[in-house]
């Protein structure tokens, strides 16, 4: 997993106010992709606080009108990359570490329909940076300058958008660039410096969905896991052909989250009443099966995700956040803290965004319960979609078209 690099969309414009200088980050201060760099919203940070305090962590700066969007950041070799929708533009912003813009280019026509503004986060990948638009443009960039490499329209592979557009962030695996079409060639997989078509999933046909493809090693196997219209699905990842599948989602409105492996048990979620899916994989002559462990009405989630830690799965779940005991699907608590929104897991904690309100909490959990341990308010308006990023000793919240980055390393003795 370790060589698996990604990218995180994050909509940043105007100005940046810097309260301090910082240099170039080294790898440990790396999340360039969404759901940071092992795909599970889980940061290498370390040294944070254990609690903040009263008004929340130290502003470092705030950057302004970064257009509309639902992305959040990804931050690599020093830099901040996010996007926006930008008048009729979807423009990749990036960022030096104090806020201060570097560049900025459109990439496509701004997503309009239903819920406007951009969605995927960026990806990046050494000197590249890796996008997907609402409307189905894949780009590959040059990440120092914004420079176009090249572009592909998914839309020309016979797939087509769902009703809220493209929202899927691009998963670099090695060489690959991989990407979801939708239709016949579902699940696609591309050279990431040339764009050149390398495979295309076979034994299935589904819409795309909303969610990101993730990838999964599992007795040796490597694999690309990720939901789709039909269900929750696994192809290898040297191939694209069909592993294994299971029907469970919510057909008439909307798949969001990613799968989260741990244990050999592959957990997904919806929303819409729908509820979560946890699979037993098992292989057998080199041949993956997944078999239903559980289902649960214990963690619906919309879009706000959920970490596995420690045999246990901590998440949202409608209006506030649960913890499911991983083997089994048992309940082990319900609290309401932030209400609906997303999460990040970092040194032992949970950070909390909540959807409305602009509110951000951090906690302490375990299977006996979650304790909040401070909370910061920012401003915005609308829906807050964007999961928080915490990495190199900061805080990212995005809410509408603010971005805010908060120091929360911990004081040295």
Not at 16 to 31: F, H, R, T
Not at 66 to 77: E, H, L, N
Not at 195 to 213: D, I, L, R
Not at 362 to 374: H, R
Request: net charge positive; aromatic share 10%.
């Amino acid at each position: 997993m370790s060589k698996i690099k990604c990218l995180v969309v994050m909509v940043v414009f105007s100005l940046g106010i810097s309260v301090s200088l910082v240099s170039a980050a080294n790898d440990a201060d790396e999340w360039p992709c969404w759901q940071g760099p092992n795909h599970d919203a889980k940061s290498p940070a370390t040294g944070l606080l254990k609690e903040w305090p009263t008004g929340g962590p130290k502003l470092l700066w705030q950057v302004n009108d970064i257009g509309k969007g639902f992305s959040t950041v990804s931050v690599s070799a020093g830099m901040i990359y996010t996007t926006g929708d930008v008048g009729d533009k979807l423009m990749l912003f990036a960022f030096d570490m104090n806020g201060k813009p570097k560049w900025k280019i459109p990439v496509d026509k701004s997503w309009t329909r239903s819920r406007p503004g951009s969605r995927s986060t960026p990806t990046v990948d050494g000197d590249r940076v890796y996008l997907l638009s609402g409307n189905g443009i894949f780009a590959c960039l040059n990440a120092k300058t914004g420079r176009q490499n090249w572009s592909k329209d998914l839309r020309s592979f016979g797939g087509r958008p769902g009703g809220w557009g493209y929202a899927e962030s691009v998963l670099i695996y090695n060489d690959l660039a991989i990407v979801k079409p939708g239709g016949d060639n579902c699940i696609m997989a591309f050279n990431k410096i040339t764009g050149e078509t390398v495979w295309q999933s076979k034994g299935f046909k589904a819409g795309p969905e909303y969610g990101s493809c993730v990838p999964v090693t599992h007795d040796g196997v490597p694999m690309i896991t990720t939901g789709t219209r039909a269900g929750v699905v696994g192809v290898s990842a040297k191939t694209g052909d069909l592993l294994w599948k299971n029907s469970w989602c919510t057909n008439n409105t909307a798949n969001c989250p990613d799968p989260v492996y741990a244990d050999g048990f592959v957990f997904w979620s919806n929303g819409y009443g729908k509820g979560g899916i946890c699979l037993k994989l098992s292989t057998s002559d080199g041949k993956v099966s997944a078999q239903e462990a559980w289902t649960t009405k214990d963690m619906v989630c919309h879009h706000g995700g959920y970490i596995v830690h420690e045999g246990h799965l901590y998440g949202n779940h409608n209006g506030g956040w649960s913890c499911l005991e991983l083997k089994t699907g048992r309940k082990k608590w319900y609290e309401k803290a932030v209400g609906k929104g997303s999460l990040c897991f970092a040194d032992g904690m949970l950070y909390l965004f909540g959807e409305n309100g602009g509110k951000a909490a951090l906690a302490t959990f375990s299977p006996d319960g979650m304790e909040v341990k401070g909370t910061v308010t920012v401003k915005g308006s609308g829906p807050s979609w964007a999961h928080p990023v915490v990495i190199g000793g900061r805080l990212y919240l995005r809410y509408a078209d603010n971005l805010y980055c908060f120091d929360v390393k911990a004081k040295k003795s």
